[in-house]
């Protein structure tokens, strides 16, 4: 299977607190993508790293790749209470216009 | 700019029945993909469309069926509804790398 499948299912931490949130997956992948969903509502995108890439920053976000490894993860630094969502990692497969292949979400719970 | 807007937002149906909801992309943007989001899973591709063809699809059965217009906005039509149905239906639109969700429209199949 293609799907990505993000580690731990569920994530509660305080503010201030760093939370990291690991993706794993199967097959060879040309980028993988991050996304942050409210409450069931639409997803976000958060950021995107290739395959040639090993790490990216944008924010508070750290999103790191090794592909040897097959896994990806993203760290959350100094949370707020407003970053309680569920988190998504996405494969992207092929370039230009392509579907994404979703894993099963963190649900990250940040409490003042 | 608007980004991109779906109606309706909530939806309840019977088994049976027909569903049709609409997708309207970012401006600028061409390609139109449709992903559906049971509860407590992550989103799953139905298909794609651009310049009015269905270019990519997932394994969904043909009671999920689309459309898109000269002007990028697209439909998704779901016959024969199930109750395994029930999910948000997500449209996402893109003109590169990038997917711009819609806030998604939930169906709900009694």
């Known amino acids: 299977s293609q799907q990505g499948e993000e580690d731990p299912q569920a994530l509660s931490i305080q503010e201030g607190e760093n939370a990291t949130m690991n993706c794993s997956y199967k097959?060879?992948?040309?980028?993988l993508q991050w996304y942050r969903q409210n409450s069931g509502r639409g997803l976000v995108h958060l950021i995107l790293?290739?395959?040639?890439?090993r790490e990216k920053h944008s924010g508070r976000l750290r999103v790191t790749l090794d592909t040897s490894k097959k896994s990806s993860s993203l760290l959350i630094t100094a949370s707020r209470a407003a970053d309680t969502a569920s988190y998504f990692c996405a494969i992207g497969r092929d370039t230009g216009f392509q579907k994404l292949v979703f894993g099963t979400g963190t649900r990250l719970l940040v409490s003042p | 700019d608007a980004g991109v807007t779906q109606s309706p937002t909530h939806l309840i149906k019977t088994r049976g029945q027909q569903v049709t909801l609409r997708c309207s992309p970012k401006?600028?943007?061409?390609?139109v993909s449709w992903y559906q989001q049971a509860l407590g899973q992550g989103p799953q591709f139905i298909f794609q469309y651009y310049e009015e063809e269905e270019r990519q699809r997932g394994n969904f059965p043909d009671r999920f069926s689309g459309h898109q217009f000269p002007n990028y906005s697209s439909e998704l039509n779901v016959n024969a509804l199930l109750l395994g149905d029930s999910a948000l239906y997500l449209c996402?639109?893109?003109?590169?790398?990038?997917?711009?969700f819609g806030p998604g429209t939930r169906l709900l199949v009694l």
């Open positions: 401006s600028g943007h061409d390609t």
């Open positions: 996402a639109s893109s003109g590169g790398q990038y997917q711009y």
């Open positions: 790293i290739r395959s040639n890439e």
């Open positions: 097959t060879s992948i040309n980028n």
